[in-house]
């Protein structure tokens, strides 16, 4: 029953959607929604929408729970020297209380990780890690575009980027602490 | 070093004069454990290729700036770096000649620092698992007293990592900024981690020169420092032998060999000093050019860097042969390690010994050979053109030809005299047309005006041996009567005999021949 309304709404679902861009296939929008529902059918995967309903696969109340703190190690406390470091590191200020809260609650979150027994598993990089790589022939195919790629930058000087003198090292901790306060932040 | 020794001795106080002796036993002792430099070395090698890794952009030392720069290489949003089945080849092929272990599936990484020159904000390295890891490169150098000894040392290796060039900056103090050239962004490079085997500039020296040769033989780089293709930091540090190693400071910014050995030596002298005086050394990076407070260097290990897998580029494979390849890939996609090894070239050690071998000459001569460029080529050549032994051509080509290019400051290819010149000169001393001395003063000559052939020159200068027995019997006598104190001595001495030899060289300005003076001056003489 509920497939029928399913497949029936999927039909209205693809007229919806194959009519307004498809005007010159008019001809064809009757061929392509039959073709369309046909294989849905066949695959029986029917994508629910959020205004239908509610799709079998889903469960209706959460089936997982969260790990109990005893399973968990010791909470990370984040001393004020690696705060800088990291901020040093990756230029971004994140020293607030709001930040290091989040910061904290993050790294509580992926602690969670440590109740999984991964003894054996070769760690994963991304799921793509098995594809072939491609590798290339040493053939010239690019560049002698400087015109286009100066076009893109604010300040040149005779074909070269222009940037900020060197890299102006962050203040000391107490500096910028100072500096932060008086920022508008 | 120099060792404070000050021994005060005291004949009259006996038991002083003991407790004294046994302090400075002491501090004798201590002062033996002296401080020795340790060095390690991080090479960055260029790849000799005609494109950049990631990149079809191509590769030139000297090109209007930013014109060799393609979307990836200048970080645009939505590109994706492809990498350069040459590279791989490259690396592959160093990792090969190292004697490393070539690491079957090897990954890439994100390197994560700020830099002008660095448009992504990350240098795509390997850093977990580069493409070859424990090789060991074997160097010498002509060691000992006399520096005529070869001495051969080993330094291992850690790994062999392809690696993304940064840009070039160019600081302008003036108006207060940096002009950067993305030229040689995304470029290919090796990197070379050594392992502090060495304890000298003089060590790590041979084994960049070394390494050159290799590179150079290989293909894989062109390894000219002087533009940047072979890229040298020493990480110096000292300690006595057995304590655990001091701190290290980096040495950068060498452009030459002898700069380097020059360098390092000062480095060690200087934290030698540091550490005599009770001070510390501290952990920084020593460079030639000076840093002002608005244009800081690079980061380096030392300050650390974030790493992260690189998500746009599935691990490396390198497969052993066809027959090992999975189903579905080409042989023409993937780097095969057998082809590889079957297509390496003669290595500068193999050479060296091929020539002891065939020309029966001494390690050292071989070693000077191989280690100046074109040299083995002139030699080989000269050979072709004479019958002379080769162990009496090899002293021509090491001294007399060598010599003289050194002291002009001469690569080989431009010498004046080219090696079929030599050839006919040796030829001439072998046939017995002229003595040795005449064929150094020929040679000379033949250095002064290339072009003139040695018979001319010997034609004009009248340097053709004299072998006319009556002329030499003339010659001889004439000598031994103005001279009868030395001969009435003792009959047949050696130096006197010589004396009388170069009396009659004199006389002949260099033209008789030796041999037959010496038969000549014995009769005379007994």
Known sequence: ?185 | MKKRCNVHYFPSAPDISVIHFSLVCVWYLSALQQLVGVVGLEIHAQISSNTKLFSGSSVQFLAPPNSLVSFFDASLPGTLPVLNKRCVEAAVMTGLALNCTINKKSVFDRKHYFYADLPAGYQITQQRRPVAVDGVLTYSFLGGRKRNQVMRKNVYIKQIQLEQDSGKSLHDDVNSQTLIDLNRAGVGLMELVMEPDMSCGEEAAAAVRELQLILQALGTCQGNMSEGQLRVDANVSVHRPGEPLGTRTEVKNINSLRYLARAIDFEIQRQTEVVQRGGAVLNETRSEVVHLPSNPERPSPSTSCRFMPEPNLPPLQVFEDEASLPAGVEAGQVVLLCTLRAGLPELPSVRRDRLVQTYGLLPEHSFTLVNEDGLMEYFEAVMKGTSRDPRKVIGWVTNELLGLLKQQDLSVSHSPVPPAALAELLELQEAGHISSSAAKQVFQEMWRSPGKAAPQIIQERDLGLVSDDADLHRICQKVVESHPDEVSVRSGNQKVLNKLMGLVQKETKGRADPVLVRKILQEKTS
Not at chain 1, 77 to 83: F, H, N, Y
Not at chain 1, 148 to 172: C, M
């Open chain 1, 1 to 185: 029953m509920t497939k029928m309304l399913a497949f029936q709404t999927l039909r209205v679902v693809s007229l919806e959607i194959l009519g307004s861009p498809c005007n010159l296939l008019a001809n064809n929008v009757y061929s392509i929604t039959k073709r369309c529902s046909l294989i849905s059918l066949q695959s029986q995967i029917l994508r629910p929408l959020s205004s239908h309903q509610h799709n079998p696969k889903v469960p209706k109340v959460p089936t997982w729970e969260p790990v109990p703190e005893e399973q968990l190690p010791q909470p990370t406390k984040i001393p004020a020297d690696l705060v800088d470091k990291l901020e040093r590191l990756a230029l971004v200020d994140f020293r607030t209380k709001q930040g290091l809260e989040c910061l904290e609650k993050a790294i509580r979150f992926a602690d969670q990780l440590h109740v999984v027994d991964t003894s054996g598993v070769e760690p994963m990089d991304s799921v793509l890690e098995d594809s072939a790589l491609y590798l290339r022939d040493d053939t010239v195919t690019e560049g002698d575009c400087a015109e286009e790629l100066l076009k893109l930058a604010k300040d040149t000087v005779e074909e070269y980027f222009v940037a900020p003198p060197g890299n102006i090292p962050l203040p000391k901790r107490e500096e910028r602490a100072a500096i932060l306060r008086h920022s508008e932040f």
